[in-house]
């Protein structure tokens, strides 16, 4: 197995497209299939990235019932900049959620270490993080 690598390990991995990305767009999709494509903040780590959300956030929403994704560097206004990668998602709790929350703050000090959390908290949302992962092959 090999060492941990620090977070945005560019040049390997299945997310080395977008490990030094600022922003990513996120697509998630509706329950009648439209995609819904957000910016979001994500930080990568080998083969996996995370980011985070509020828990009443209409991708929070999407990702309940469809946690397959789509992701691709992009501006902060959501214009990609670069190719799309399929990805599963599932929502973090306890320990794995501290340690993205972690990871994001790290970086992204001020908007991911103090602004969000405290934005959410004063709104009394709940922040929520999610690890994305290569998708799973289909078993056939």
């Known amino acids: 197995m090999a060492k941990d690598a620090g977070p945005d390990q560019a040049g390997s991995g299945y997310f080395a497209s977008v490990a030094r990305a600022t922003y990513v767009q996120l697509t998630t999709y509706r329950r009648n299939g439209e995609s819904v494509p957000t910016p979001v903040n994500i930080v990568v780590v080998g083969d996996t990235a995370f980011f985070r959300t509020w828990d009443v956030a209409g991708k929070a929403k999407r990702l309940r019932h469809t946690p397959t994704v789509l992701i ?10 670069g190719p799309t990668l399929r990805a599963d998602a599932q929502l973090l709790d306890g320990v794995a959620s501290q340690h993205a929350a ?17 934005y959410h908290r004063r709104r009394g949302w709940i922040t929520q993080q999610y690890r994305l992962t290569p998708p799973a092959r289909a078993s056939g």
């Open 102 to 118: 972690r990871m994001l703050g790290d970086k992204h000090p001020f908007l991911h270490g103090h602004f969000i959390p405290w």
């Open 72 to 81: 691709a560097p992009c501006t902060w206004r959501g214009r990609p900049t």
